[in-house]
T-cell receptor, first 117, second 115 residues
Framework: DTGVSQDPRHKITKRGQNVTFRCDPI?????LYWYRQTLGQGPEFLTY????????KSRLLSDRFSAERPKGSFSTLEIQRTEQGDSAMYLC???????????????FGEGSRLTVL | AQSVTQPDIHITVSEGASLELRCNYS??????LFWYVQSPGQGLQLLLK????DTLVQGIKGFEAEFKRSQSSFNLRKPSVHWSDAAEYFC?????????????WGLGTSLAVNP
């Protein structure tokens, strides 16, 4: 069994460029979350999906950020016109939510670290 | 306002010594409580959680935590620390097991283990 996988693990880009991160959740998990984590901080919620539907977006998610989960499986997080303040670790997590499977546990990937020069 | 406080930013212990990491929360409802661990370059892994019932919960890797409602605390403990326990530890609080997006996270405690 594979856990949550994220790609790429590291991305260095110049300010103004677009970047895209991919997350493959645990296959039977219906919920997928994106978080951002900066040094010395806990994870900050960005957005989450229930299957293919994006149910909530944080105010942290500016218009330059877009996330998709087109078939309810993998998800992508795109950042357009990157800024230095976007430098962070972007974490993906998945969970199985349902009447009999509501354990509240998030399974995290190893993260994608973004450095904007 | 709802919040989670981990008072210790950094803790150093000797291998084999006991460990207690503190977590205090401010929450208006009955909380769901979690401890996660993050090793360098890794994602977060759930150590243990408390939803209801016995206030002393056992987790993986020999960790346990005790929920004390009167003190609004959920401290993490381990009787004998191993060098591989060096990592960042996060306490998180939520009000519903299904609303993981609503988790409130502490800033983390960095644990170093001396040989």
């Amino acid at each position: 069994d594979t856990g949550v996988s994220q790609d790429p693990r590291h991305k260095i880009t110049k300010r103004g460029q677009n970047v895209t991160f991919r997350c493959d959740p645990i296959s039977e998990h219906n919920r997928l979350y994106w978080y951002r984590q900066t040094l010395g901080q806990g994870p900050e919620f960005l957005t989450y999906f229930q299957n293919e539907a994006q149910l909530e977006k944080s105010r942290l998610l500016s218009d330059r950020f877009s996330a998709e989960r087109p078939k309810g499986s993998f998800s992508t997080l795109e950042i357009q016109r990157t800024e230095q303040g976007d430098s962070a670790m972007y974490l993906c997590a998945s969970s199985l939510q349902g009447a009999l499977a509501n354990t509240g546990e998030l399974f995290f990937g190893e993260g994608s670290r973004l450095t904007v020069l | 306002a709802q919040s989670v406080t981990q008072p210790d930013i950094h803790i150093t212990v000797s291998e084999g010594a006991s460990l207690e990491l503190r977590c205090n929360y401010s929450y208006g409802a009955t909380p769901y409580l979690f401890w996660y661990v993050q090793s360098p370059g890794q994602g977060l892994q759930l150590l243990l959680k408390y939803f209801s019932g016995d206030t002393l919960v056992q987790g993986i890797k020999g960790f346990e935590a005790e929920f004390k409602r009167s003190q609004s605390s959920f401290n993490l403990r381990k009787p004998s620390v191993h060098w591989s326990d060096a990592a960042e530890y996060f306490c998180a609080v939520g009000h519903n097991a299904g609303n993981n997006r609503k988790l409130i996270w502490g800033l983390g405690t960095s644990l170093a283990v001396n040989p």
